[in-house]
């Protein structure tokens, strides 16, 4: 897929798998709500969770999005690279405002209100930025295309 047919998919995507490495040295795969912004993907979660623990201990990262029911409709996007945890409160209310639009349909006009009331739950949360290094992409609609 193309950059432009890459971004398409994502914004289709409900969600990422996460892979972490866990503690023991093996994959930890979770599922994430995420957002696309212009300075790349964004998640949030809790501060304590083992996900955020296997980041520190190792950023590295790979994620997945896919979607297809059967293998002529087989599209994904694998990222290979690290993740950055970020502390910082206003982040982490932008990146939760983002959520709210994307997955909960609130109007984007009540975007800076839902951020700022949120301000104190931030504290218990980190932003995750998706600094990939290698971007993998298929569509198996085009496969079926070509054999037409």
Not at 47 to 55: C, E, H, M
Not at 130 to 137: A, K, N, W, Y
């Amino acid at each position: 897929m193309s950059q432009g047919e890459v971004a398409a998919f994502l914004n289709e995507c409900p969600t990422l798998i996460l892979c972490t490495i866990g503690p023991d040295g093996v994959p930890d795969p979770v599922p994430m709500w995420f957002v696309q912004r212009s300075e790349g993907i964004f998640m949030r979660t809790y501060a304590k969770s083992q996900k955020v623990a296997n980041l520190h201990r190792d950023p590295r990262v790979s994620v997945l999005a896919e979607r297809g029911e059967r293998y002529a409709e087989l599209r994904g996007v694998q990222f290979s690279g690290a993740v950055e945890v970020s502390s910082d409160i206003p982040l982490i209310c932008d990146v939760f405002a983002d959520l709210l639009v994307k997955y909960e349909g609130m109007d984007p006009a009540h975007r800076a209100e839902a951020a700022a009331g949120y301000r104190e739950t931030a504290s218990k949360m980190v932003a995750l930025r998706l600094v990939p290094d290698r971007t993998i992409s298929w569509d198996h609609r085009k496969l079926a295309a070509a054999h037409d």
